[in-house]
């Protein structure tokens, strides 16, 4: 099992550009997370999906949007970069049962936007 | 939106010390967990705690679930150099765990000097 992992590791993005990060996870979870971290802030919940087909916001949802396609996929998308985006990306997964709200990490997202 | 206050910020021991952190909230929480974060990595579970009062030890690690739920601590005894990184506290509120979603803290920054 790969477990969750993402794409791209690292990106410099210019002000105004857009991309998409992509997490992808094989354990079948239910629960998808994307999360940035910044210093000091530790990590801040940007959108989720408690399903396929189904995202909802999280504390932080603006100039971001996501999409669940496939159960196994969460994309992250930033239409039109600004360098507060600048952080670190992880995406997390986990099931959906009572006692098993552990979340599982990607390796994370380096974004630099000038 | 929701907050927990994760303390110290930054801790920095000699070897074979120990280390006592921990998180409080004004909310109540069903979950506490603990989750270290390596270099360049994601955040990666330590300690699961689901019942009030509950002590949990992985290891050198030693957890607590408080008895208002609304705190939990977490020591670690007779440090050593891997023992650096990113300590973050993370909690479900009541009535969240039908979206799984997690309140992380700040971040404890522990770095042990051999």
């Known amino acids: 099992n790969a477990g969750v992992t993402q794409t791209p590791k690292f990106r410099v993005l210019k002000t105004g550009q857009s991309m998409t990060l992509l997490c992808a996870q094989d354990m079948n979870h239910e629960y998808m997370y994307w999360y940035r971290q910044d210093p000091g802030m530790g990590l801040r919940l940007i959108h989720y999906s408690v399903g396929e087909g189904t995202t909802a916001k999280g504390e932080v949802p603006d100039g971001y949007n996501v999409s669940r396609l496939k159960k196994q996929n969460f994309l992250l998308g930033l239409e039109s970069a600004a360098p507060s985006q600048t952080s670190v990306y992880f995406c997390a997964s986990s099931y959906y049962s009572p006692r098993e709200e552990t979340q599982y990490f990607g390796p994370g997202t380096r974004l630099l936007v000038l | 939106g929701q907050q927990l206050n994760q303390s110290p910020q930054s801790m920095f021991i000699q070897e074979g010390e120990d280390v006592s952190m921990n998180c409080t909230s004004s909310?109540?929480?069903?979950?506490w967990l603990w989750y270290k974060q390596d270099p360049g990595e994601g955040p990666v579970l330590l300690i699961a705690?689901?019942?009030?009062?509950e002590l949990t030890s992985n290891g050198r690690l030693t957890a607590q679930f408080g008895i208002t739920r609304k705190d939990s601590f977490l020591n670690i005894s007779a440090s050593i150099p891997s023992d650096v990184g990113i300590y973050f506290c993370?909690?479900?509120?009541?009535?969240?765990?039908?979206?799984?979603?997690?309140?992380f803290g700040q971040g404890t920054t522990l770095q042990v000097k051999p």
């Open positions: 993370a909690g479900q509120l009541r009535g969240s765990s039908n979206t799984g979603k997690l309140i």
């Open positions: 909310s109540i929480f069903n979950t």
């Open positions: 705690l689901y019942k009030a009062g």
